[in-house]
């Protein structure tokens, strides 16, 4: 009965290598995240969609390519991993309700480790 | 442009003592929402407690209650009766449109 579930919960993997994480939520939201944390842990926003179409994307490499089937998932795949993306990276959701976010629901987390 | 500003980039308190957490925010929205989440060392991100903009009473969650002063767009978070669980990094959040999150607080509760 997760909420917000991501799969892997952790990656190790060699720099120049792609990888993919997957996110899923049950909640019945309509809007779901991708959040980077590094090692100082600033939670940066990396993109939105709500209802599969995508309205956020910050300034983030083009190797980044996020993808939503359907309203209840949201993967991110990495091509050409850099040193520089070692992170734990956050799978969120939460509601649109009269033009507002709810509250936001995260995911476990995905530590990152490229060596 | 919405922001959202935390000011103690760390804090510390014995345990069983009450400590605040500040948090200022910057928006021209009249409706949102204000939230606290806090991350323990596990990294799972949880909600601590939410304030509705439009509520004037502050909410509270057991020993977690907030101070919110909407004219002077602030929002702190006060942890009474600390105890060692509460270490955490802390995170003030406002949601309009999108959300933003602070930079976060860093606490620890010293026995």
């Known amino acids: 009965d997760t909420a917000v579930s991501q799969t892997p919960k952790y990656l190790v993997t060699q720099m120049g290598n792609d990888k993919s994480i997957k996110c899923e939520q049950n909640?019945?939201?309509?809007?779901m995240y991708w959040y980077k944390q590094d090692s100082k842990k600033f939670l940066k926003i990396m993109f939105s969609?709500?209802?599969?179409?995508?309205?956020i994307n910050e300034t983030v490499p083009n190797r980044f390519s996020p993808k939503s089937p359907d309203k209840a998932h949201l993967n991110l795949h990495i091509n050409s991993l850099e040193l520089g993306d070692s992170a734990v990276y956050f799978c969120?959701?939460?509601?649109?309700?009269?033009?507002?976010?709810?509250?936001?629901?995260f995911g476990p987390g995905t530590r990152l480790l490229v060596l | 442009a919405q922001t959202v500003t935390q000011s103690q980039p760390e804090m510390s308190v014995q345990e069983a003592e009450t400590v605040t957490l500040s948090c200022t925010y910057d928006?021209?929205?009249?409706?949102?929402?204000l939230f606290w989440y806090k991350q323990p060392p596990s990294r799972q991100m949880i909600l601590v407690i939410r304030?509705?903009?439009?509520?004037?009473q502050n909410a509270t969650e057991n020993r977690f209650s907030v101070n919110f002063q909407k004219a002077a767009k602030s929002f702190s978070l006060k942890i009474s009766d600390s105890q060692l669980g509460d270490t955490a990094m802390y995170f003030c959040?406002?949601?309009?449109?999108?959300?933003?999150f602070g930079t976060g607080t860093s606490l620890t509760v010293i026995p």
């Open positions: 969120a959701s939460s509601l649109r309700d009269r033009g507002y976010q709810e509250t936001q629901y």
């Open positions: 909640l019945g939201h309509d809007t």
């Open positions: 969609y709500n209802n599969k179409e995508l309205i």
């Open positions: 928006t021209s929205e009249n409706n949102y929402y």
């Open positions: 304030q509705e903009a439009y509520k004037q």
């Open positions: 959040a406002f949601t309009g449109n999108q959300f933003y």
